[in-house]
C-alpha cells in the first residue's frame, strides 16, 4: 500500500543561511572563529582565562563613580540623553585634549573626533581611505580587532616584523621599497608603539623617529593605536608619535582602559582634512556618538582625580605583571621565551619548537585555563607556536595557578611531540577572525 500524502516523507533543501547570495563581497571577511566558542567556556569560574583584554574595573570607586551618574541625570538628564552633534560633546573634547598631553600631545579640541571607543575610530579610518585590495602594512604580530576591520574592508595585509624593542624600522623600509617597486601603494601604517597588542613590547625614542622619517619618506600615513599609552610601570609615558608628526599621524584613544570600557568612548586625533572625513563618517555609521556616555566619562573627568585612579590601576597591573612573569620563570619549561612589558596587559609567549598553540588550546581548557593562540593576531595563519596571556584580570593568585596548569599542558605537549612528532599546524591555511570578545 503506497504512503497517502500526508504520510510522505518532505525534502526539504537545507540551507544554513538562505541569504549567502545576497551578501557584499566584503561579508566574507566577516569570518567568525573558534575563539568565539572558546570564551564561552573560558568564562567558566573554574578555568583561570589567561585570555581576554577585559581591564579591572573592581579597581575603581564604584561609589563615587555611581554618585556622579546620579547627579549627571538628576541635573543633566535632559541633554545627557538628547542627541549631540557626530564630533562629539564639545567640553569633552577640550578634556580628551588634557589626557592626550600626558603623551607629549599638543592639540586642538576641534581637530579629535569623538567615537564609540577607539575600534569604531579605526573602522571609520580605514572606510574613508581603503578600496578592496588596497595595502595597509602592520605589525606582525598585530592587534586581532584591526585585523578584522581591515579584512571586512578587503585590504591586502602586509605584516611587518617585530622583536622585543617593537616595529623593527629596516623591516618597515624593506616593505615599502618592496611594495613600490611592484606599484602597489600603502594607504597607512597601522601600529600600537606603546605596550603592543599581543607582544607587550614599546618603542623607544629612536626608533619612533625612525619609523616617523621612513613613513615621511615614503608619504604614507601612520595610524597610532594608544590605548595603553597610560598604563605603563616604570617612569613617564612614551612620547606618542602624534606628537612629533602631527600631518602624518592619526591617532587614536581610549577610556576604555584608563576608566571603563562599557561606556564605549574613544576619540581620533586626526589632521584638519582627515578630520572632516571622519565626521562625515560618523554621522552616516551612527548619527553621532552616544551622548550619555560622553557626560559621563567627562563628569568623572571633571570631578574625580583621573590621574591618581591611572596610577593606582598602573600599580594593581605591575604587581599582576609581575606574577605572571615570575611564575612563568618557575614553571615553564626551559625553552619556552615571553616578552617583558613595561606597561599594559599582555605577555607574548614562544613556546618550544613543535608545539603548536592552536591545536594546544582545547587541551588547555580541559585543564581549566584558557589563552589565545598567536595565529588569532596574523592575517597570514602565523604564529603557531606563540600564545598571548593576559594579566589583567585575574588576580596575582589565580594567575600563579593558571600559569601552573598551562605549565603542565606544554609539558604533556612536549611529550607527546616526543613520542609522535610534531601535529602539522596548518598554518596560513583557513585563516579566521576572532569575534569581538577578544581584545
Same mark, same amino acid.
Given at each position: 500500500?503506497?504512503?497517502?500524502?500526508?504520510?510522505?516523507?518532505?525534502?526539504?533543501?537545507?540551507?544554513?543561511?538562505?541569504?549567502?547570495?545576497?551578501?557584499?563581497?566584503?561579508?566574507?571577511?566577516?569570518?567568525?572563529?573558534?575563539?568565539?566558542?572558546?570564551?564561552?567556556?573560558?568564562?567558566?569560574?573554574?578555568?583561570?582565562?589567561?585570555?581576554?583584554?577585559?581591564?579591572?574595573?573592581?579597581?575603581?570607586?564604584?561609589?563615587?563613580?555611581?554618585?556622579?551618574?546620579?547627579?549627571?541625570?538628576?541635573?543633566?538628564?535632559?541633554?545627557?540623553?538628547?542627541?549631540?552633534?557626530?564630533?562629539?560633546?564639545?567640553?569633552?573634547?577640550?578634556?580628551?585634549?588634557?589626557?592626550?598631553?600626558?603623551?607629549?600631545?599638543?592639540?586642538?579640541?576641534?581637530?579629535?573626533?569623538?567615537?564609540?571607543?577607539?575600534?569604531?575610530?579605526?573602522?571609520?579610518?580605514?572606510?574613508?581611505?581603503?578600496?578592496?585590495?588596497?595595502?595597509?602594512?602592520?605589525?606582525?604580530?598585530?592587534?586581532?580587532?584591526?585585523?578584522?576591520?581591515?579584512?571586512?574592508?578587503?585590504? @591586502? &595585509?602586509?605584516? /611587518? %616584523?617585530? =622583536?622585543?624593542? +617593537? $616595529?623593527?624600522?629596516?623591516?618597515? *623600509?624593506?616593505?615599502? !621599497?618592496?611594495?613600490?617597486?611592484?606599484?602597489?601603494?600603502?594607504?597607512?601604517?597601522?601600529?600600537?608603539?606603546?605596550?603592543?597588542?599581543?607582544?607587550?613590547?614599546?618603542?623607544?625614542?629612536?626608533?619612533?623617529?625612525?619609523?616617523?622619517?621612513?613613513?615621511?619618506?615614503? @608619504? &604614507?600615513?601612520? /595610524? %597610532?593605536? =594608544?590605548?595603553? +599609552? $597610560?598604563?605603563?610601570?616604570?617612569? *613617564?609615558?612614551?612620547? !606618542?608619535?602624534?606628537?612629533?608628526?602631527?600631518?602624518?599621524?592619526?591617532?587614536?584613544?581610549?577610556?576604555?582602559?584608563?576608566?571603563?570600557?562599557?561606556?564605549?568612548?574613544?576619540?581620533?586625533?586626526?589632521?584638519?582634512?582627515?578630520?572632516?572625513?571622519?565626521?562625515?563618517?560618523?554621522?552616516?555609521?551612527?548619527?553621532?556618538?552616544?551622548?550619555?556616555?560622553?557626560?559621563?566619562?567627562?563628569?568623572?573627568?571633571?570631578?574625580?582625580?583621573?590621574?591618581?585612579?591611572?596610577?593606582?590601576?598602573?600599580?594593581?597591573?605591575?604587581?599582576?605583571?609581575?606574577?605572571?612573569?615570575?611564575?612563568?620563570?618557575?614553571?615553564?619549561?626551559?625553552?619556552?621565551?615571553?616578552?617583558?612589558?613595561?606597561?599594559?596587559?599582555?605577555?607574548?609567549?614562544?613556546?618550544?619548537?613543535?608545539?603548536?598553540?592552536?591545536?594546544?588550546?582545547?587541551?588547555?581548557?580541559?585543564?581549566?585555563?584558557?589563552?589565545?593562540?598567536?595565529?588569532?593576531?596574523?592575517?597570514?595563519?602565523?604564529?603557531?607556536?606563540?600564545?598571548?596571556?593576559?594579566?589583567?584580570?585575574?588576580?596575582?593568585?589565580?594567575?600563579?595557578?593558571?600559569?601552573?596548569?598551562?605549565?603542565?599542558?606544554?609539558?604533556?605537549?612536549?611529550?607527546?611531540?616526543?613520542?609522535?612528532?610534531?601535529?602539522?599546524?596548518?598554518?596560513?591555511?583557513?585563516?579566521?577572525?576572532?569575534?569581538?570578545?577578544?581584545?
Amino acid at each position: 500500500m503506497e504512503d497517502s500524502p500526508e504520510h510522505r516523507p518532505v525534502h526539504r533543501e537545507t540551507r544554513f543561511d538562505a541569504d549567502v547570495a545576497r551578501y557584499a563581497a566584503r561579508a566574507k571577511g566577516m569570518v567568525a572563529s573558534e575563539i568565539r566558542a572558546l570564551f564561552s567556556v573560558a568564562n567558566r569560574p573554574e578555568v583561570v582565562s589567561l585570555a581576554g583584554g577585559s581591564p579591572n574595573i573592581s579597581g575603581l570607586p564604584l561609589d563615587v563613580v555611581g554618585s556622579l551618574l546620579n547627579e549627571l541625570v538628576v541635573d543633566h538628564g535632559t541633554i545627557a540623553m538628547q542627541y549631540c552633534g557626530a564630533q562629539g560633546d564639545p567640553f569633552l573634547r577640550e578634556q580628551i585634549t588634557d589626557v592626550m598631553s600626558q603623551v607629549g600631545i599638543d592639540a586642538s579640541p576641534d581637530d579629535v573626533v569623538v567615537t564609540v571607543g577607539s575600534q569604531q575610530a579605526l573602522d571609520l579610518v580605514t572606510k574613508i581611505f581603503c578600496d578592496p585590495g588596497d595595502v595597509v602594512l602592520c605589525e606582525a604580530p598585530s592587534y586581532v580587532g584591526a585585523l578584522g576591520v581591515f579584512a571586512a574592508y578587503q585590504c @591586502d &595585509v602586509v605584516h /611587518v %616584523e617585530m =622583536d622585543d624593542e +617593537g $616595529l623593527v624600522p629596516e623591516h618597515l *623600509e624593506n616593505a615599502l !621599497a618592496r611594495l613600490t617597486a611592484v606599484g602597489r601603494r600603502v594607504k597607512f601604517l597601522y601600529t600600537i608603539p606603546s605596550y603592543h597588542n599581543p607582544m607587550g613590547v614599546s618603542l623607544g625614542a629612536t626608533r619612533r623617529s625612525q619609523i616617523l622619517d621612513i613613513c615621511h619618506r615614503y @608619504d &604614507v600615513l601612520v /595610524v %597610532e593605536d =594608544d590605548p595603553y +599609552g $597610560l598604563l605603563g610601570f616604570e617612569g *613617564e609615558p612614551y612620547r !606618542a608619535l602624534r606628537a612629533d608628526d602631527t600631518a602624518r599621524v592619526v591617532y587614536l584613544g581610549s577610556f576604555s582602559k584608563t576608566f571603563a570600557p562599557g561606556f564605549r568612548v574613544g576619540w581620533a586625533l586626526a589632521p584638519h582634512a582627515i578630520r572632516d572625513k571622519l565626521v562625515l563618517a560618523q554621522e552616516s555609521a551612527t548619527l553621532c556618538p552616544p551622548t550619555f556616555s560622553q557626560f559621563a566619562v567627562s563628569t568623572y573627568l571633571a570631578n574625580h582625580d583621573w590621574k591618581g585612579q591611572i596610577k593606582a590601576f598602573r600599580e594593581m597591573y605591575r604587581e599582576r605583571r609581575d606574577a605572571m612573569l615570575e611564575s612563568l620563570a618557575d614553571l615553564m619549561p626551559a625553552t619556552t621565551k615571553w616578552t617583558t612589558p613595561k606597561g599594559g596587559f599582555f605577555v607574548w609567549v614562544t613556546l618550544p619548537e613543535g608545539i603548536d598553540s592552536k591545536a594546544m588550546s582545547p587541551r588547555a581548557v580541559t585543564a581549566r585555563v584558557a589563552y589565545v593562540p598567536g595565529t588569532a593576531f596574523y592575517a597570514d595563519g602565523y604564529g603557531s607556536q606563540n600564545m598571548r596571556l593576559s594579566y589583567c584580570l585575574p588576580p596575582p593568585d589565580r594567575i600563579r595557578e593558571g600559569i601552573r596548569r598551562l605549565a603542565a599542558v606544554v609539558e604533556r605537549e612536549m611529550e607527546l611531540r616526543e613520542t609522535f612528532g610534531p601535529l602539522d599546524s596548518g598554518r596560513g591555511e583557513g585563516v579566521e577572525f576572532p569575534g569581538p570578545e577578544v581584545q
